[in-house]
């Protein structure tokens, strides 16, 4: 990707606003509470969100952590980094938004610091 990436993150519960883009899920739960049809989503993108067993080791361990939280991004940009034909059309639909316009990727977990989408945003801006 050549040019600058306008990827924001932003809480599942905010509500939508115009500036946001293209809006994608980065969970592999739906979020509590949040009816499909008013969340406003280009696309949930399953296939992008950490494994089930990443996902709970990371909330199982103490998530404010700074150890956690690298092993987590480590752990996670392998996973992304590994072959899958699912992780690569989630990849190819979201590229291609990034290339239209601006994205918001969007994340249930209350840590608006330490979630996976932020970890997604980071792995995207270093390809």
């Known amino acids: 990707m050549t040019r600058a990436l306008t990827i924001a ?3 599942i519960y905010d509500a939508p606003e115009a500036g946001d883009g293209a809006r994608f899920l980065v969970d592999r739960l739906w979020p509590r ?4 049809d008013k969340a406003e989503l280009a ?8 494994s089930d067993a990443l996902r709970k080791r990371f909330h199982g361990e103490t998530a404010d ?14 996973e992304l980094d590994a072959e899958s ?23 249930a977990a209350k840590n608006m610091a330490r979630n996976n989408a932020v970890a997604l945003r980071e792995w995207l801006e270093r390809r």
């Not at 696309?43 to 950490?50: D, E, T």
């Not at 952590?65 to 392998?78: H, I, Q």
């Open 65 to 78: 952590s700074d150890e956690a939280w690298d092993a987590f991004r480590l752990d996670y940009f392998a």
């Open 85 to 107: 034909e699912d992780r690569a059309a989630a990849l190819f639909v979201l590229e291609a938004a990034i290339q239209a316009g601006p994205v918001t990727l969007l994340y």
């Open 9 to 11: 993150v932003k809480r």
């Open 33 to 36: 509470g949040i009816a499909k």
């Open 43 to 50: 696309a949930w993108l399953k296939p992008l969100a950490p």
